[in-house]
């Protein structure tokens, strides 16, 4: 059982910088893949990005490579995003996922646990 809690969100100009973490409960988290997801107004939930246990393979959505990156601490249980250069099409509920295989990382359904999220909003 993995419980997950996103921080990190806020309003952020264009050209921003935001951290996403994500704290994971349970002492296996070092044996899960980690993605995470956005929700944009009016949008279906899509794929941004996902990171392996040992974290040397990571995978990007196209347009987000480049600009995010993903890592992970799993001495301290936690997952981070960091976003750089932020547009307004940014803008989004982030979630983080938690996986028990690096499998199909893109489909939402490989993800068996999930966090509540955090509002992400990139203003003009």
């Known amino acids: 059982q993995v419980q997950l809690v996103e921080s990190g969100g806020g309003l952020v100009l264009t050209g921003g910088s935001l951290r996403l973490s994500c704290a994971a409960s349970?002492?296996?988290?070092?044996?899960?893949?980690m993605g995470w997801f956005r929700q944009g107004p009016g949008k279906e939930r899509e794929f941004v990005t996902a990171i392996n246990w040992s974290a040397d393979h990571t995978y990007y959505t196209d347009s987000v490579k480049g600009r995010f990156t993903i890592s992970r601490d799993n001495a301290k249980n936690t997952v981070y995003l960091q976003m750089n250069s932020l547009k307004p099409e940014d803008t989004a509920i982030y979630y983080c996922?938690?996986?028990?295989?690096?499998?199909?990382?893109?489909?939402?359904?490989?993800?068996?646990?999930w966090g509540q999220g955090t509002q992400v909003i990139v203003s003009s």
């Open positions: 996922a938690a996986s028990s295989r690096y499998y199909s990382v893109r489909d939402p359904d490989e993800y068996g646990y």
């Open positions: 349970g002492r296996s988290f070092s044996t899960y893949a």
